[in-house]
């Protein structure tokens, strides 16, 4: 007998995610398509994975492998604890907890997901990358919960819970584009040896189909969070690391930045849907930008693209830095700074992306950053029109309140 699909009562986020790690045939339009997870022993059906789905809310948060036994799953369940919030780090614990005396057993669901449907062969990949048998590697999979399309992550595992890799899963082209991107920096900031920082290489990039695959190292065992209220010891990490890599001057006419956000604006602006509204109020503010521009050249180099406490760490005395998602080869190097203190306001003391601006703006007026802020708001505000388009509702809210906030202060 076949399980209800992950919807029911799994919630939209696990059916999203099991359907981008585990795809059926392609929807006429070329949307993500219904996935198919079968119950045990259903009609004597290969099963190329099976999973403890762990439950919070009635909603599956976590699928865990089946073939991890209690020790490994409560070690698979503490990865990164140390990074999170105190409520996420309780929760976590809790639950690592719990798998260790073996008490979800009897309430989790068993998943096993029909051997037609491993089309991503996650496993096997990351397996040839590491050289490993794949029989001795397991996943676990975190369901997010987020505005937008299915971002899955996945812990690639030993028999021992032993984190060996990282991967992040994505279906469609923006999910391309970003991943694409993240590979990209990430290789550039790790093939240079900086004894201050640490950056989780890539080992596997592939785009099967419509999907794609990130692989990187996973985190150190031992990593531990920054200290959010004083951003110098990240900045010195920051300095290190952009000034071993190339760097050079452009003003905006020439920069491969500004370029690059006239082109995702535009592509916004030419699409479909409500974002397309917001695209071109972008494209007309770029060109205001660019007929303002004073033609002064602005040091560029490497840049993380979201360097903020949440995504940084220390080891050994080294600053670890993941998740380049945003990351670029070159643009304006003040742009990280900017981030940190943006970043701070809206997911620290919850500040709506206008009143964070405004904020930013006042910081940079009394420390002579005024430039500097603009051309990072003007990021993000491309940035939050790009995640619109995609389907983020808080990123159309927060692109429409950065669009107010640029023409408002200009006209000062």
Known sequence: MT????????????????????????????????????G??????????????????????????????????????????????RRRRV???GLAALFLL??????????????????LGLRSRVAAVLDRDPADLHLAVAVLDRDGGPRPTVLVTDGHGAPCAFLKVGWGEHRRTTLQREHTATTR?????????????????ATPGSSSVLATAPLPDDVRPVATDDPEAT?????????????????????????????????????AGPAAGLGRRCVALLERVARDDDGVGLPHGLRHGDWSAWNLG???????IWDWEYGEECAPRELD??????????????????????????????????????????DMTVRRTVLAAAGEHDSARAAGELLELLADSRAE
């Not at 900031?189 to 990039?205: E, F, G, H, K, T």
């Not at 220390?314 to 670890?320: A, C, E, F, I, N």
């Not at 809206?346 to 910081?363: D, F, P, Q, W």
């Open 3 to 38: 399980a209800p699909p992950p919807g029911a009562g799994g919630g939209a986020a696990w059916a999203g995610t099991a359907g981008t790690l585990w795809p059926g045939d392609p929807r006429p339009d070329g949307g993500v398509p219904a996935p198919e997870l079968l």
């Open 40 to 85: 045990p022993g259903t009609d004597g059906a290969p099963a190329a994975e099976r999973y403890v789905l762990v439950r919070l809310g009635g909603q599956v948060r976590f699928a865990v492998s089946a073939g991890l036994g209690p020790r490994a799953r409560s070690r698979v369940l503490r990865y990164g604890n140390g990074l999170r919030t």
């Open 91 to 93: 929760v976590r614990s």
């Open 102 to 119: 073996g008490l979800p057993r009897g309430r989790g669901t068993l998943a096993a997901v029909d051997d037609s449907r491993d089309r």
């Open 189 to 205: 900031a790790a093939a240079v040896a900086v004894p201050a920082v640490l950056v989780p290489r890539p080992l596997l990039w």
């Open 235 to 271: 900045f010195r990490g920051l300095d290190a690391l952009v000034d071993a890599h190339p760097t050079s001057t452009h003003p905006l006419a020439t920069s491969p930045w500004f370029a690059r956000l006239r082109r995702d604006a535009a592509a916004v602006a030419d699409g």
């Open 314 to 320: 220390w080891s050994q005395g080294r600053l670890v």
């Open 337 to 378: 700074r900017q981030n940190w203190h943006y970043a701070w306001a809206t997911s620290v003391t919850g500040s709506g992306a206008g009143e964070a601006g405004r904020a930013l703006l006042a910081r940079a007026a009394r420390t002579d950053e005024e430039g500097s802020a603009r051309r990072y708001l003007l």
